[in-house]
């Protein structure tokens, strides 16, 4: 899948979060198809940890993790200023609307159920990007004395 999908990619880092190593392994896979450097973890403390101090482009996190869940690490990353903040995609095994309108409210850019279907990943990814990409234009163009 390398190719189209990958030329001018905002995306060059991403960060996942599953507890599962199968699962982790699989978004792993997926997501490198775009020549993006991933580095997965299985615990919300971990996540924040890295976050807090390397910068990551897309986060694809479950809901249910040890400690702190998913939406503690969404709260945290949609906190962050839109010019530095991640996309936030959470996927999960929990499929009712409520969860979704949760994941939402907590900061969330997309939400995906499991299991995950390869096709429905890379066309969010593509989106992901078209959408990382006009946020951080419009970081750099509210930054005074900056061109774009």
């Known amino acids: 899948m390398r190719g ?4 001018f990619s905002v995306i060059r880092r991403a960060l996942v ?4 190593i199968s699962e ?11 020549d993006v450097q991933v580095t997965c973890v299985d615990a919300s403390v971990k996540a924040q ?3 807090a101090t390397e910068q990551f482009d897309l986060v694809l996190c479950d809901w249910q993790l040890p400690g702190e869940n ?3 690490i969404c709260r945290a990353v949609s906190a962050l200023e839109d010019g530095d903040r991640p996309y ?3 996927v999960t095994g929990r499929s009712q609307r409520v969860d979704m ?3 939402m409210d907590a900061g969330a850019d997309d939400f995906l159920e499991k299991p995950l279907w390869h096709e429905t990943l890379r066309v969010r990814l593509k989106l992901a990007d078209q959408i990382l990409g006009w946020r951080r234009a419009a970081a750099l163009a ?6 774009i």
């Open 4 to 7: 189209a999908d990958s030329c």
């Open 17 to 20: 979060v599953e507890d599962a």
């Open 24 to 34: 982790s392994e699989r978004l792993k896979s997926l997501v490198e198809r775009r």
């Open 49 to 51: 940890s890295l976050l």
């Open 70 to 72: 998913g939406l503690a």
């Open 88 to 90: 936030f995609i959470m």
């Open 101 to 103: 309108v949760a994941a």
């Open 142 to 147: 509210a930054t005074p004395g900056s061109v």
